[in-house]
């Protein structure tokens, strides 16, 4: 009994251990947090498109219209954080949104930190239980806190930042079956929570697919394959269930992308720009060398103990499959990168680097473990990747002081365009995509993406902005929540009105001015201008109308 009950204290005290890292991450999330500046300044796309989204299915209006990664795991986490925060606030759900999106933009991130941070301590405690060694499962917990650039989407509101959740369940569960009894195979059971994981990372991104691969190289048989290929399809659809509401617009979505060599469906009409190609590669090594450097020593391991007897060994058997897996997982997800180039879909891929090592881990554990220690190796390896993450701690903290700065540097801007803003008159905004002074245009954004289910929100909008409208160039007329004006509609010619311009729209303010001739042709626009700001270039201009000569009234 007594030792019976110190076993069981030992190995409590060791679980105890796995707190500690899911408890950093959550930190540095808070911490970016409490940080950062308001997102509808700078950061528009895609935190507002999933806030107004994620409200609509707080609502129970499923048919949500926002599919474009799908991202429906972070509307949920929007509609699961909206509740208890506007229960406190006096207004229904709607006018509270309205009234404070930042706050809810906010309790949704840090919902979104909570929950990967339980599963980071979930992956720990099943390694664990498996492996029966501390020093591997702590090393595989490190999986957010691996890369610096990873580390730097942990305080916003996009799928990037969700991705840890499928990849390091996946590591998890190729871990788990790396130690189980080689001749078992893959169970029924498992193949479905393979699918899970895989239905997951679809619904939070399609960028998830090339990773989808790794299980294939576990599964033996056709029947094996269909299974989970089939469970993988309707896990995708539960998990993303608003793209059978939206199925035709979303299959011609990401259509478009697989058949179209530029973004979001753009460029040519052809798969890749093979051209591009070797410039891209080069621009992703040298992004983050030790990736490509820790995928090298893989192939080579694995290979090397392919071509030896050692293959035949049941030690190796399973290793090299999950080995061959993630190898081509991450081979095709960086030369579908090179196909839609950006460093950010690059995140996911990033997020195996520390997978790559724990495999390294193992085969050099099988391979020397007459000449080590047993459990010398785990403790090497988790020292030796600490103090990468340590390293890297440095680098990631430069890159948040860059990227903070540069938010309060916005912040200061907005509050100068605001203060210069004339209350009680008109607003007509013409913006880059990405975000302004104006915390109206950012829920236009998304109130856009809201399809027909834009009617949840038109009536508060309107109230709560009711003299600001937007400038479109698919209308002749200005846009307000759904209603299309004249300026006469809105525009009172002796107070004037007030134009913001942003990044790359200055061509907007001549076609402003004249659909104001155009309704007012009594009068003459004088255009003067408040503020000008460079990097990113915007304009502030106050409008005002003088008597037009030629014309009498």
């Known amino acids: 009994m007594i030792k019976t009950g110190l076993l069981q204290d030992a190995l409590m005290s060791r679980r105890m251990w796995f707190g500690l890292f899911p408890m950093l991450f959550f930190g540095i999330g808070l911490a970016i947090i409490f940080h950062s500046q308001a997102f509808y300044q700078r950061t528009t796309d895609p935190e507002y498109f999933h806030l107004l989204n994620g409200i609509n299915i707080a609502l129970f209006n499923l048919a949500t219209p926002y599919t474009a990664h799908p991202g429906t795991p972070l509307q949920i986490i929007v509609a699961l954080a909206s509740w208890p925060v506007s229960v406190v606030l006096p207004g229904s759900l709607v006018q509270n949104v309205v009234d404070n999106p930042e706050l809810f933009l906010r309790s949704a991130i840090i919902l979104k930190i909570f929950i990967i941070s339980m599963v980071i301590l979930f992956a720990g405690l099943r390694i664990f239980e498996h492996t029966r060694n501390i020093w591997l499962s702590l090393l595989l917990q490190l999986l957010p806190l691996g890369n610096a650039y990873t580390l730097t989407v942990i305080g916003r509101l996009n799928p990037e930042s969700l991705m840890i959740v499928p990849v390091i369940l996946l590591s998890a569960m190729l871990i788990s079956i790396l130690y189980q009894n080689t001749n078992k195979g893959i ?54 269930f608003p793209i059978i509401f939206n199925f ?18 753009g460029g040519n009409s052809t798969f890749i720009d093979w051209s591009m190609v070797p410039e891209r590669l080069y621009l992703l090594m040298n992004f983050n060398l030790m990736f490509p450097i820790l995928l090298f020593v893989l192939g080579a ?35 579908l990168i090179t196909k839609h180039f950006a460093y950010r879909y690059y995140i996911t891929t ?35 990747y600490f103090t ?70 038109s009536e508060e909008l309107r109230k709560k902005y009711p003299l600001t409208s937007m400038y479109v160039d698919w209308s002749d007329h200005f846009y307000h929540w759904n209603l299309f004006m004249d300026a006469r509609d809105f525009v009172v010619p002796e107070q004037g009105l007030n134009v913001f311009i942003g990044q790359g729209k200055e061509p907007d303010l001549v076609v402003i001015l004249e659909r104001l001739k155009f309704s007012f042709p009594e009068y003459i626009p004088q255009v003067e201008l408040i503020q000008h700001f460079d990097h990113p270039e915007e304009y502030f201009y106050k409008i005002s109308f003088s008597d037009n000569p030629h014309i009498l009234r």
């Not at 071509?307 to 081979?331: E, M, P, R």
């Open 301 to 335: 391991v694995m290979l090397f103990v392919w071509l030896t007897h050692n293959a035949k060994n049941q030690d190796f058997k399973t290793l090299n499959l999950i080995s061959a897996g993630v190898l081509a997982g991450v081979v095709l997800s960086v030369f």
């Open 350 to 384: 990033l997020f195996f680097q520390v997978v790559l090592f724990y495999l390294i881990t193992e085969y050099a554990r099988r391979l020397f473990r007459v000449r080590v220690p047993k459990n010398m190796l785990p403790v090497i390896a988790f020292t030796i």
């Open 388 to 457: 990468i993450v340590v390293w890297q701690m440095f680098d990631f903290r430069q890159k948040m002081e860059i990227t903070l700065e540069g938010q309060r540097t916005y912040a200061l801007r907005s509050d100068t365009v605001n203060i210069s803003r004339q209350e009680n008159i008109p607003l007509i905004v013409s913006s880059f995509y990405a975000g302004c002074p104006f915390p109206e245009f950012s829920l236009n954004e998304g109130y856009m993406l809201c399809g027909n289910l834009k009617s949840t929100f």
């Open 187 to 240: 169970s029924s059971r498992q193949i479905k929570q393979l699918a899970i994981i895989g239905g997951l990372g679809m619904a939070i991104k399609f960028s998830y697919f090339p990773f989808l691969l790794i299980p294939f190289f576990l599964l033996k048989s056709f029947k094996e394959m269909s299974r989970y290929i089939l469970f993988t399809i309707f896990f995708t659809l539960v998990f993303a």
């Open 248 to 265: 035709s617009d979303s299959f011609a979505w990401f259509g478009k992308m697989l058949v179209n060599s530029g973004q979001w469906g």
